[in-house]
């Protein structure tokens, strides 16, 4: 079965978060950002779920491993070799 | 040092063992590439810094006496997750949730978007997730992802933390890709009622509401 010509609204939302993650084929991808382009309400609940997604990247803390392990992993690890 | 992790990626890749013309890297230099990003996973997945620690001490110690397994010029980054996750699950993993008690089961694609439009927040400013997300600090987000059950918090910090690929959260996690997708769509959903139930224990949802788009 062949790619339709462009997708409703319920197709596109069913593609939404494959989309969001770019795991769609090129032509999928293609569909949906041309329904994107001239759907006022999906476009809008694709710009807040990726508004979302992207400011619970940017607010995980990102942590350091602590001195003391790394230096615990390391003894250990020069433990094994010998 | 936190680093990009497609510069890991390439870094760990064209160091690995064998690899065509460059010399093996050992694998204390692959590991140190990784282990900031490993440590951060571990305490999402235990929810406990003493137990990360030994998660991870655990995993780098396996992943050492395992290195002879690793596939030259493959993905040494998504190789010792999956170590990781493996002792994860082997080892550390609590049936019980923490944190506050939420029902996460029936939620509905699109939770935050349509309780912030129920509730006016998409007529006062152009961008309401930036609203949001301006109101809701790290802390009460780690919180919401302690809340998720081990396999959906799993699959959501290699997606959030560690930005993985379906593709790499399977490799690493042991399912199959649709598996993943399927997990992972609803992580996402379920964090987003987790969000919006905590940031209400908090009063927070009032304070998104009362403010306006200062642009506008």
Same mark, same amino acid.
């Given at each position: 079965?062949?790619?339709?010509?462009?997708?409703?609204?319920?197709?596109?939302?069913?593609?939404?978060?494959?989309?969001?993650?770019?795991?769609?084929?090129?032509?999928?991808?293609?569909?949906?950002?041309?329904?994107?382009?001239?759907?006022?309400?999906?476009?809008?609940?694709?710009?807040?779920?990726?508004?979302?997604?992207?400011?619970?990247?940017?607010?995980?803390?990102?942590?350091?491993?602590?001195?003391?392990?790394?230096?615990?992993?390391?003894?250990?690890?020069?433990?094994?070799?010998? | 040092?936190?680093?990009?992790?497609?510069?890991?990626?390439?870094? &760990?890749? $064209?160091?690995?063992?064998?690899?065509?013309?460059? #010399?093996? =890297?050992?694998?204390?230099?692959? +590991?140190?590439?990784? !282990?900031?990003?490993?440590?951060?996973?571990?305490?999402?997945?235990?929810?406990?810094?003493?137990?990360?620690?030994?998660?991870?001490?655990?995993?780098?110690?396996?992943?050492?006496?395992?290195?002879?397994?690793?596939?030259?010029?493959?993905?040494?980054?998504?190789?010792?997750?999956?170590?990781?996750?493996?002792?994860?699950?082997?080892?550390?993993?609590?049936?019980?949730?923490?944190?506050?008690?939420?029902?996460?089961?029936?939620?509905?694609?699109?939770?935050?978007?349509?309780?912030? &439009?129920? $509730?006016?927040?998409?007529?006062?400013?152009?961008? #309401?997730? =930036?609203?949001?997300?301006?109101? +809701?600090?790290?802390? !009460?987000?780690?919180?919401?992802?302690?809340?998720?059950?081990?396999?959906?918090?799993?699959?959501?910090?290699?997606?959030?933390?560690?930005?993985?690929?379906?593709?790499?959260?399977?490799?690493?996690?042991?399912?199959?890709?649709?598996?993943?997708?399927?997990?992972?769509?609803?992580?996402?959903?379920?964090?987003?009622?987790?969000?919006?139930?905590?940031?209400?224990?908090?009063?927070?949802?009032?304070?998104?509401?009362?403010?306006?788009?200062?642009?506008?």
């Amino acid at each position: 079965m062949g790619l339709p010509d462009r997708l409703t609204c319920e197709e596109a939302f069913e593609r939404l978060d494959d989309y969001l993650d770019r795991e769609l084929t090129a032509d999928q991808m293609r569909l949906v950002h041309e329904h994107l382009e001239i759907c006022a309400v999906c476009a809008s609940e694709y710009r807040f779920e990726s508004g979302i997604i992207a400011g619970v990247r940017e607010k995980l803390r990102r942590v350091a491993v602590p001195e003391g392990l790394r230096a615990r992993i390391s003894a250990l690890l020069k433990d094994q070799a010998n | 040092m936190l680093e990009d992790r497609s510069v890991i990626d390439s870094a &760990a890749t $064209l160091s690995a063992p064998g690899a065509a013309g460059v #010399p093996q =890297a050992p694998f204390e230099a692959l +590991l140190e590439l990784v !282990l900031d990003g490993a440590f951060a996973v571990a305490l999402r997945y235990t929810r406990n810094r003493t137990d990360a620690e030994d998660l991870v001490q655990e995993a780098a110690l396996l992943a050492c006496r395992g290195f002879h397994t690793f596939t030259p010029g493959s993905n040494f980054r998504a190789w010792f997750h999956r170590i990781l996750t493996n002792c994860f699950y082997s080892k550390y993993r609590k049936e019980r949730r923490q944190g506050a008690e939420l029902d996460l089961e029936e939620t509905s694609e699109l939770y935050l978007y349509e309780e912030t &439009a129920a $509730l006016g927040l998409h007529s006062q400013t152009r961008d #309401p997730a =930036a609203q949001v997300m301006d109101k +809701l600090t790290g802390e !009460l987000i780690e919180e919401a992802i302690g809340s998720l059950s081990d396999d959906y918090r799993v699959v959501a910090t290699l997606y959030f933390l560690e930005e993985f690929s379906y593709q790499e959260i399977a490799e690493v996690v042991g399912v199959p890709v649709g598996t993943v997708r399927s997990r992972l769509h609803r992580a996402r959903h379920m964090l987003q009622k987790a969000l919006w139930v905590i940031a209400k224990d908090r009063g927070i949802v009032s304070e998104m509401i009362g403010i306006t788009d200062q642009g506008e």
